[in-house]
């Protein structure tokens, strides 16, 4: 007979067992509100270059005979910078001179003759009309001679140079890079969706691989008009100051502040629920909450109504947590 009791006693202390378990109040993790900053900003990626600045190229096909320039000299406006095979065109020229002074010659011949009647006033009319063209001619001749010789569109530095002489150029290459070294600026892409928020004046924050670690400013300093239908973005300048350590042709990720609160509420993600709710708990009893939320990171999120700091809510809320309900906390 002992045998069979003691099996049923077995069940019944473990019923009793599971039903205590059943009765306590669900156990939870709980974490306080802080104060701290929470920083909403536009992600945006650029690229540094000088606010004033031109690509210098060729007008023209050519072979290039001669690189006058280095890269970080100074040139002034209008001067030599490179010059283009032009042996053919000089050849063109002479010719063109030459036919302009015949024709020039012929008419001189023809006028006095013209009142002798020796020559029609149609003749006369025909010889002048041949030396305009011959001479037209030459003088287009020499503008086209012009064209091969590259001068600075500014004054300013060369910034870079990607030509040597003996090169085969054509009108879409960039021979030279000329500008001013500072100011500096930063153009970036700002996706549509948070265009209508950047404005003039705003702080970015910058990143860059050559400066790990390191946190750089900018401001907004001018929004391109028309943005982009295929890339759906925005350009942006963003200005930087003359002490900034960046370099031309740098790339920078850029964070642009769209609203900065020092003090803001803050608890980590995994205390809100979906929909925007939160439990805190209040002398053993959890009160579910509606918050309205701001900015979410990976650390922490920003409540910006409906909790304050220094209160305490429930990590990750357990399955059927509801408003009132006793809790305890877990070890």
Request: glycine content about 6%; cysteine-free; charged content about 25%.
């Amino acid at each position: 007979m002992l045998r069979f009791l003691l099996p049923l006693l077995v069940l019944a202390l473990a019923g009793a067992a599971l039903a205590w378990w059943h009765a306590l109040p669900p156990a939870v993790t709980i974490a306080l509100a802080t104060q701290g900053p929470a920083v909403e900003a536009a992600y945006a990626t650029g690229s540094v270059e000088p606010v004033h600045w031109a690509k210098v190229g060729p007008v023209l096909r050519a072979r290039v005979a001669e690189v006058l320039v280095e890269e970080g000299a100074t040139v002034a406006a209008g001067q030599v910078m490179a010059r283009l095979d032009d042996q053919e065109a000089r050849a063109r020229l002479e010719e063109a001179n030459a036919r302009a002074a015949l024709a020039a010659e012929e008419l001189a011949r023809v006028r006095p003759l013209v009142a002798s009647g020796a020559v029609s006033r149609a003749e006369l009319d025909r010889r002048e009309s041949e030396a305009r063209a011959a001479r037209a001619v030459a003088e287009a001749a020499a503008r086209r001679l012009e064209d091969y010789t590259v001068r600075a569109p500014a004054a300013g530095v060369v910034l870079r140079r990607d030509v040597e002489a003996g090169e085969v150029v054509d009108t879409a290459a960039a021979l030279f890079w000329v500008g001013a070294p500072r100011p500096l600026r930063v153009t970036a892409e700002v996706d549509e969706e948070d265009i209508a928020r950047v404005a003039p004046g705003q702080r970015a924050l910058l990143r860059a691989d050559a400066f790990p670690g390191r946190v750089l400013e900018a401001r907004v300093a001018q929004i391109t008009p028309m943005g982009d239908t295929t890339r759906k973005s925005y350009r942006v300048r963003l200005a930087l100051p003359d002490d900034t350590p960046l370099l031309i042709g740098m790339t920078v990720e850029a964070n642009i502040v769209l609203r900065e609160d020092p003090e803001a509420v803050l608890v980590p993600p995994g205390a809100v629920a979906e929909g925007g709710r939160v439990f805190v708990v209040e002398k053993e009893t959890v009160r579910l909450r509606r918050i309205e939320r701001g900015v979410e990171g990976p650390r922490a999120t920003e409540v910006r109504r409906g909790l304050a700091a220094g209160e305490a809510v429930v990590l990750a809320p357990p399955r059927g947590l509801r408003d009132g309900q006793p809790v305890r906390l877990a070890p």
